[in-house]
């Protein structure tokens, strides 16, 4: 009993650990004073005003979101597919697939930032929307197969099979038994997958120029020169998006079977 207690009160401040110092970032956005501090002086919206009428810092807001967007569908979709081609009949490369594709989870984000930079003046999508594609992708892609291949590992095949059985062809079999089985991890995939992109700075800071410059390389470069609490603004924006969609997850598919894998349909 005692061992279980300490155990919790370790979890419960590993818990506080992560989540204050990322709290403290709310309080400090409401702050009067032209300096960050904690705890904060006064209460005011002026900094949201501020970022409201600068209009680099909407576009910047703007560029991110579509970004995000984009790269959650599409390393949604890749990764779903590759998932089933990966882990639906394992075979003996399965294995050595799946570490190709975490590759690019292991490589320093400046590595791969440099890589992606002489990558894309190759293909003269330095600047452009869909060069900052194609680098999250890259990273991307790699969470979308180990979110959506968690699932299909435990999918019981028998199910597909009685459906197609029963008459159902193959397209409609898999649409209405397998898809509706994997879409815990689908949503989890394109949560993850949007959040990741939203917040990709690394690779993003290689790529960007002044006419392309998503949220977290502006933030990145306005901290060089001030340090004022707009940045805390932005950042309580940030939470407030990842925290929306934390919610339609809970909401949608429930964030355990969204992160903890599949369980219905499950092999036993």
């Known amino acids: ?3 279980s207690k300490t155990m919790t009160a370790i979890g419960w401040a590993i818990l506080l650990f992560i989540v204050v110092p990322v709290a403290v970032v709310i309080p400090i956005s409401l702050t009067d004073t032209g300096y960050m501090a904690f705890p904060q002086h006064g209460l005011s919206f002026q900094w949201y005003e501020k970022l409201m009428r600068r209009r680099e810092w909407s576009e910047a807001l703007w560029l991110s979101l579509r ?3 984009t790269v959650s569908l599409l390393s949604t979709s890749l990764g779903t597919l590759i998932a089933l081609g990966l882990y639906r009949r394992r075979h003996r490369f399965t294995d050595a697939f799946s570490v190709f594709f975490l590759l690019p989870l292991m490589l320093p984000g400046a590595v791969l930032g ?3 930079l002489v990558f894309m003046m190759n293909l003269g999508l330095i600047g452009s929307f869909w060069g900052l594609v194609l680098a999250h992708l890259i990273i991307t892609v790699p969470f979308a197969v180990r979110m959506v291949g968690a699932g299909i590992g435990d999918l019981d095949q028998r199910l597909e099979d ?3 059985s029963l008459g159902a062809t ?3 079999a898999f649409r209405s038994v397998t898809v509706p089985l994997l879409m815990p991890g689908i949503v989890a995939s394109a949560a993850f997958t949007f959040i990741s992109s939203f917040d990709e700075l690394a690779v993003s800071l290689f790529l960007s120029t002044p006419k392309m410059i998503p949220l977290p390389v502006k933030m990145y470069g306005y901290l060089e020169e001030i340090a004022d609490p707009l940045v805390a ?3 309580t924006i940030m939470i407030i998006v990842a925290a929306l969609i934390i919610a339609v997850i809970a909401r949608t598919v429930g964030i355990e079977k969204a ?6 349909g499950a092999r036993h």
């Open 259 to 264: 992160f903890g894998g599949q369980k219905s």
């Open 170 to 172: 193959p397209v409609k």
């Open 233 to 235: 603004a932005v950042s």
């Open 162 to 164: 009685a459906a197609m």
């Open 67 to 69: 970004l995000g967007l």
């Open 114 to 116: 440099v890589a992606m």
């Open 1 to 3: 009993m005692g061992s």
